[in-house]
């Protein structure tokens, strides 16, 4: 068990750019998640994917935000037209399929800092 | 919608001290309880959880009892130590049938000194 890995651990990039995050649960996880924190406030839910299938989704992820998880295992995060409110933490997380009682095992997040 | 109150820090203690974070919810049924820490450089670990009411969750010395009466889910520690510094995270997942998000509260950063 190699736990969730996130890449990159740090981007920078500059306003208006396309940036993709990456996030590798851990194996054999069905659910995979993706939140958000901001400095001082504790994470928001994004998306939540079961398999495949993208089953929630925030009214946060608004329509410059996409993600996927094609082949059920690793996911992407990718946010079009970056904006300087888009700068935080971006947290994975994923759980085994244990019945409604599940515990979600985080990432150590991807930092997007937009100048 | 659901939401999740927790005392505001930082909290400072000495070594040794008796350690309670205030955690209040808002949420219709019966949503499951959390206590989530997260060391410095590390990503967030679950601590411990509570499904019902009235259960107890324990970890590493820690407590939490889940009070649907006062919807309070407060963490306790009778001895902190210095490696206990972090920042603690209240949490609920509601109830709901195929909802599995997470909400949390604020964060409350903890700094033990010897």
């Known amino acids: 068990d190699t736990g969730v890995s996130q890449n990159p651990r740090h981007k920078i990039t500059k306003r208006g750019q396309n940036v993709t995050f990456r996030c590798d649960p851990i194996?054999?996880?069905?659910?995979l998640y993706w939140y958000r924190q901001t400095l001082g406030q504790g994470p928001e839910f994004l998306t939540y994917?079961?398999?495949?299938?993208?089953?929630?989704k925030s009214r946060l992820l608004s329509d410059r935000f996409s993600a996927e998880r094609p082949k059920g295992s690793f996911s992407t995060l990718e946010i079009q037209r970056t904006e300087q409110g888009d700068s935080a933490m971006y947290l994975c997380a994923s759980s085994p399929r244990t019945g409604v009682m599940d515990t979600q095992y985080f990432g150590p997040g991807t930092r997007l800092t937009v100048l | 919608g659901n939401s999740v109150t927790q005392m505001e820090g930082p909290v400072t203690l000495s070594e040794e001290a008796f350690l309670t974070i205030n955690c209040t919810y808002t949420a219709t049924g019966y949503p499951s309880l959390f206590w989530y820490v997260q060391y410095p450089g590390e990503g967030l670990q679950l601590l411990l959880k509570?499904?019902?009411?009235?259960d107890k969750g324990s970890n590493k010395g820690f407590e939490a009892t889940y009070r649907k009466e006062t919807t309070s889910f407060h963490l306790e520690k009778g001895s902190v130590q210095v490696s206990d510094s972090a920042v603690y995270f209240c949490a609920l997942r509601h109830s709901g049938a195929g909802s599995y998000q997470l909400t949390f509260g604020k964060g409350t950063k903890l700094s033990v000194i010897p």
């Open positions: 509570a499904t019902k009411a009235d």
């Open positions: 994917f079961q398999n495949e299938a993208q089953l929630e």
């Open positions: 194996s054999e996880h069905n659910r």
